[in-house]
């Protein structure tokens, strides 16, 4: 028997998640790319990848059910008229998403997530960036041989 793997809480109630899933996907929708923690960009993995393939229909009934998820007519305009024209012949696999270096502030980890066939490289010349694992604590001997 097929079992549904649970969805990420992402610490929120249900009707706040939903509305961040929401404006998530309206906002990568638009601008192709954005930045965001790592569990967010997965969780809105999931939701764009099936709007991206209902909007592939392209019919109205498939639009109005795609209202309901993203409110915004300017991103369903995109959506239907740019992306389904680009992205539409593919099997799925609309979206990936890049691992980037920890937040400064409270170092959750961050991740770009962005629609393919609309950015080769990485937005200003930047490449996705690891953790460095160099770094030492202090008491260690590779650190002390390194000062």
Known sequence: ????KPARKLGR?????KA???NLSTQLILHKRIETTE?????TRRVVEKIITKARKGTVHAQRIIFK?????EAIKVLFEEIVAKIGTRNGG?????KL????????????IELVDYHEMPADGQKPVKQDRSKRVKGSKKSEIAS
């Not at 609309?94 to 890049?98: E, Q």
């Not at 270096?101 to 770009?112: C, E, F, L, N, Q």
């Open 1 to 4: 028997m097929r079992k549904v």
């Open 13 to 17: 109630t249900a009707a706040h998640r």
């Open 20 to 22: 961040t899933l929401s």
């Open 39 to 43: 569990a967010k960009a997965k969780e």
């Open 69 to 73: 998820d993203i409110r915004d007519k």
């Open 94 to 98: 609309y979206t990936r998403v890049i």
């Open 101 to 112: 270096a920890p937040r400064y502030g409270d170092a959750a980890k961050m991740a770009v």
